[in-house]
């Protein structure tokens, strides 16, 4: 592969969404795997990494091993995570546990964690919500399902990130808040034209009708002086 495929494929690598998945089950685990992987519904591919175990996953994102994926590859990129997926019902180490030990990494950029279970129990819900997690997704995962973690996998994005986006979205704003001012400035000055101009009009057709009057009157009045003359006469 020459120079420019393998810049292509690192950028590629660099713009992916990289999940962590936890589940204790390999069914579960090949099902978001795939599901992942295969799903085009947005700008950056996912890059999935998946253990069966709480204690897998803190080995990866621990003080040791914070954020490296693909470790044991001879040339591993130290890869960071951007979201983590976790199954809360699992042996030794259950996903609420693995939710508190990532919240509690002392990291500038916390990464967000979502929990999925089987069970739709509100209890469980809000005691992982509370705990930090940033959703709580029923099992099995459906492809509706992808963009929420999308969405939640930028929870995780550094500040400088963040006031750039914001800064970009304020400038967009702003321009459109002054397009809009100028359309209504337009739409203004349109009504105002239209209505001088039937001002204009009423104006005229007064005018009119008035100098019609005055003819009319003068006519009148001529006829009657004639009518008087002529019977004074007689």
Same mark, same amino acid.
């Given at each position: %592969?020459?120079?420019?495929?393998?810049?292509?494929?690192?950028?590629?690598?660099?713009?992916?969404?990289?999940?962590?998945?936890?589940?204790?089950? =390999?069914?579960?685990?090949?099902?978001?795997?795939?599901?992942?992987?295969?799903?085009?519904?947005?700008?950056? =591919?996912?890059?999935?990494?998946?253990?069966?175990?709480?204690?897998?996953? %803190?080995?990866?994102?621990?003080?040791?091993?914070?954020?490296?994926?693909?470790?044991?590859? $001879?040339?591993?990129?130290?890869?960071?995570?951007?979201?983590?997926?976790?199954?809360?019902? %699992?042996?030794? %180490?259950?996903?609420?546990?693995?939710?508190?030990?990532?919240?509690?990494?002392?990291?500038?950029?916390?990464?967000?964690?979502?929990?999925?279970?089987?069970?739709?129990? =509100?209890?469980?819900?809000?005691?992982?919500?509370?705990?930090?997690?940033?959703?709580?997704?029923?099992?099995?995962?459906?492809?509706?399902?992808?963009?929420?973690?999308?969405?939640?996998?930028?929870?995780?994005? =550094?500040?400088?990130?963040?006031?750039?986006?914001?800064?970009?979205?304020?400038?967009?704003?702003?321009?459109?808040?002054?397009?809009?001012?100028?359309?209504?400035?337009?739409?203004?000055?349109? $009504?105002?034209?239209?209505?001088?101009?039937?001002?204009?009009?009423?104006?005229?057709?007064?005018?009119?009708? $008035?100098?019609?009057?005055?003819?009319?009157?003068?006519?009148?009045?001529?006829?009657?002086?004639?009518?008087?003359?002529?019977?004074?006469?007689?």
């Amino acid at each position: %592969m020459g120079a420019g495929g393998e810049g292509n494929a690192a950028a590629a690598a660099a713009a992916a969404v990289r999940v962590l998945v936890v589940d204790d089950s =390999p069914v579960d685990r090949k099902v978001v795997e795939l599901l992942l992987r295969n799903h085009k519904g947005g700008a950056a =591919p996912f890059h999935v990494t998946a253990v069966d175990s709480g204690k897998k996953a %803190m080995e990866l994102l621990g003080p040791k091993g914070q954020g490296k994926l693909d470790s044991s590859a $001879a040339d591993a990129n130290e890869l960071t995570v951007d979201i983590v997926l976790t199954d809360y019902c %699992m042996p030794e %180490m259950t996903g609420y546990d693995l939710l508190r030990a990532i919240k509690a990494l002392s990291s500038p950029n916390p990464i967000p964690v979502v929990v999925v279970s089987s069970e739709n129990e =509100p209890q469980r819900i809000s005691r992982c919500l509370t705990a930090g997690a940033e959703d709580f997704i029923l099992k099995p995962l459906k492809s509706k399902d992808v963009q929420r973690l999308r969405n939640c996998s930028q929870s995780g994005k =550094p500040k400088d990130v963040d006031d750039a986006q914001c800064k970009s979205l304020s400038s967009r704003k702003a321009s459109s808040e002054q397009r809009s001012q100028i359309t209504r400035l337009a739409m203004a000055l349109n $009504a105002s034209s239209i209505e001088l101009s039937h001002y204009f009009q009423f104006l005229f057709k007064f005018i009119l009708l $008035a100098y019609a009057v005055l003819c009319l009157s003068e006519l009148l009045h001529r006829w009657s002086n004639s009518s008087f003359l002529a019977l004074w006469s007689s």
